[in-house]
């Protein structure tokens, strides 16, 4: 049965056992956890997100492995800062998300997940080889255990990436699909990059936005229903797919207003996920 859910950004101080309370006493039984800092990637976080899954009965989909040094969220500076693109930065954040990698495992699930940064599409770019090798690298190892590196869509064309998993050449490389990053960042269109990722779509971020309307900024995300992001048309291709996980809302607000709009997204997408 499809489940509903929410990210959780883990920080320092973090009171894990209250986020999985408020989404257990909202009715959200899943989550992914996103982590920035490596250093949480502890033995007591580990203990603290277990009991708190059990203990609330919430699932942990995916565990988002983010990366240290800069990082811009924009078209200036973004292919220069982002992910494993930037060859300055790719040996250490590789190791990075291999960690994040780890850290899934112990905590038995299934899926890792990052950005891998603004991927060429010109796969006769000097940089093309190596971002594939450093996918590799990452993937490869957690083949044994059954466990999923997972690319988050947005910055690079739905085609591009989809070439990227293919040149890999292994099983466990797939893809969380964030329902609005391709439209933040101009990048495609969402329902349509369904039917192009498919059978590779493994995790979700449910997200809203508009597209760009200058050369530097991305695109404003908003909440679900009141972007371009067509999230009925989308869920009924994921459906069409074969798609059957979990769907995590994201609202990249902080405060009361980010859980009422989670809560109003929640029951769009049971209203939703009923007719289709």
């Not at 039984?29 to 250093?39: E, I, N």
């Not at 277990?50 to 240290?68: C, F, I, M, P």
């Not at 699930?109 to 996918?135: C, L, Q, W």
Request: charged share 25%; hydrophobic share 35%; net charge negative.
């Amino acid at each position: 049965m499809e489940k509903t859910g929410v990210m959780i950004g883990v920080r320092a101080g973090t009171d894990i056992d209250e986020k999985f309370r408020v989404l257990h006493e909202n009715s959200l039984s899943c989550c992914q956890l996103s982590f920035w800092d490596p250093s949480l990637y502890s033995e007591e976080t580990a203990k603290n997100i277990l009991s708190a899954s059990e203990k609330y009965d919430v699932e942990v989909s995916t565990v988002w492995a983010g990366w240290t040094g800069p990082k811009e969220w924009n078209f200036t500076f973004g292919p220069s800062t982002l992910g494993i693109v930037p060859p300055c930065f790719r040996a250490v954040r590789c190791e990075e998300i291999i960690k994040g990698g780890y850290f899934a495992k112990r905590l038995g699930v299934k899926r890792f997940a990052t950005h891998a940064g603004f991927m060429p599409e010109n796969p006769s770019d000097p940089e093309y080889r190596g971002i594939v090798a450093a996918v590799k690298y990452i993937a490869a190892r957690f083949v044994p255990d059954g466990i999923s590196f997972l690319f988050e869509t947005g910055q690079e064309t739905p085609v591009t990436l989809l070439r990227v998993i293919e040149d890999t050449g292994l099983e466990n490389v797939g893809i969380n699909f964030d329902t609005a990053n391709l439209i933040l960042y101009g990048k495609g269109n969402s329902a349509d990059a369904v039917t192009v990722f498919g059978k590779y779509i493994l995790d979700t971020h449910i997200k809203d936005g508009f597209y760009p309307t200058d050369g530097s900024h991305l695109g404003k995300e908003v909440k679900v229903g009141d972007g371009a992001a067509n999230i009925p048309e989308v869920i009924s291709r994921l459906r069409k797919s074969g798609y059957k996980g979990n769907y995590i809302i994201e609202r990249e607000i902080s405060g009361e207003q980010q859980l009422l709009d989670i809560i109003e997204t929640r029951d769009f997408l049971k209203k939703i996920l009923a007719e289709n």
